[in-house]
């Protein structure tokens, strides 16, 4: 029998302790307010700071004043929004086959024309040897769900250049909206041989819209990213250069040990806090809810991320922007943020389209539902490829595992 006062004990204890946590999340919120604040009038000092020291944490590049931008320009009257988003059924080894399916959804919406807009979706099914196994860094691997998610994104982009150019072709001015970021985080580490490809494929895209002078942007909602708050964090640090791993604030760093010794280090002692610790926990996100207003957007800043050294002339930047339901992270290349049209029309159509989408860019949302493999699109669809395989007298079986899902026993 539960114990409910027993329970209650706990959940008092539980409420309180959440309580506590709440108000030290305020204290925070408001250090960091007003650490952004104050870095308003004296920037380049900060650049200059991030510019000259090493920490473990991924800073922005500032390019530009922190100064909160007006809020957004007005859109175009005549304009067409592309966009694209995809989805998948994932090999599976207890199923009939071992093929995987990427599903492409499209849409370019026509402001100002009267024209309707396009909108449909691409499957591709993928079943041959070649393109279930591949081989990267001499060894033939069968393609998992990283790999497959890989492929995808790269169709989705692919997609998104080809929709937009050819809109531009017949006429249209164009913006090409990607759903999620434009760099490539998930190649540190890999193979050289898959990096480059990803990297080649990537880069011939881009390309081809900066020749065409066709503005790119991705759109990330409800971004955890830390990088704004880590500058701030750089800022409270009483040292003019810092550096994490020989900074005098850490304990660790007072004893004369070397780097593999302080990794084995245990106990309450090496988790004190340090002078910036007190922005711990604070998103860029929640800063700049506090910062900005619907419509308006903070200052362009230049992503830090290594893999981006292989992207040259389109190196990524961000800014964040307050669509009224949220903040979103949008990252654009150098080129857009060199000319000044291209990046105020990024920010006047990525507010009117999160307006038109209740809070979210209704041009994504709409690419969403086009590409979007529910459970019974996968059901069905196996159902139909076992269907194919027993009319045309094709042996295959699935694994018993596949079965009894499908036929529970009482």
């Known amino acids: 029998m539960l114990d409910l006062f027993a329970v209650k004990n706990q959940i008092d204890e539980m409420v309180a302790d959440k309580s506590r946590a709440q108000e030290d999340y305020r204290e925070k919120l408001e250090m960091a307010v007003q650490a952004y604040r104050g870095w308003q009038r004296n920037w380049q000092k900060l650049a200059e700071k991030i510019a000259c020291s090493r920490t473990s944490w991924l800073m922005p590049g500032l390019v530009e004043g922190l100064e909160v931008k007006p809020s957004h320009p007005q859109r175009p009257e005549r304009i067409s929004i592309a966009a694209t988003d995809g989805s998948q059924i994932f090999p599976d080894r207890h199923e009939i086959s071992s093929c995987f399916l990427i ?76 759903d999620g970021t434009l760099i490539q985080w998930s190649l540190e580490g890999k193979p050289h041989d898959f990096r480059d490809y990803v990297l080649g494929e990537t880069m011939r895209d881009l390309d081809a819209l900066e020749k065409a002078d066709l503005p790119v942007c991705g759109y990330i909602s409800h971004p955890g990213s830390q990088d704004v708050v880590n500058a701030l964090k750089l800022g409270l640090c009483p040292e003019e250069v810092a550096d994490r791993d020989r900074s005098t604030c850490l304990p660790e760093n007072q004893l004369g040990l070397s780097v593999d010794e302080k990794k084995n280090l245990q106990g309450q002692l090496w988790n ?81 389209q999160a307006d038109k989408g209740q809070g979210y860019p209704v041009a994504l949302s709409e690419a969403h539902e086009r590409a979007v493999v529910r459970s019974a699109d996968r059901e069905s669809f196996y159902r139909f490829l076992r269907d194919t395989y027993v009319k045309n007298d094709v042996r295959a079986r699935i694994s018993t595992k596949s079965f009894k899902k499908r036929h529970v026993g009482i």
């Open 272 to 352: 004190e806090r340090v002078p910036c610790s007190p922005l711990d926990g604070i998103s860029d996100a929640v800063l700049m809810r506090q910062i900005l207003k619907p419509g308006q957007r903070s200052p362009v800043f230049r992503s830090s991320s290594k893999i981006l050294e292989a992207y040259g002339r389109h190196w990524i930047h961000f800014f964040y922007v307050h669509v009224g339901q949220e903040i979103g992270r949008v990252e654009v290349p150098e080129w857009v943020v060199k000319d000044q049209g291209m990046l105020e029309l990024v920010h006047a159509c990525i507010c009117d």
């Open 103 to 178: 599903n492409i959804g499209y849409i370019l919406l026509h402001y100002g024309t009267g024209e309707k807009p396009l909108m449909s979706s691409k499957p591709t099914l993928y079943y041959r040897d070649e393109e279930i196994f591949e081989e990267w860094d001499g060894r033939r691997v069968f393609v998992n769900r990283e790999l497959v998610g890989t492929k995808r994104g790269l169709m989705e982009f692919s997609e998104l250049a080809a929709l937009s150019l050819a809109a531009q072709e017949a006429g249209h001015s164009v913006l090409a909206c990607s």
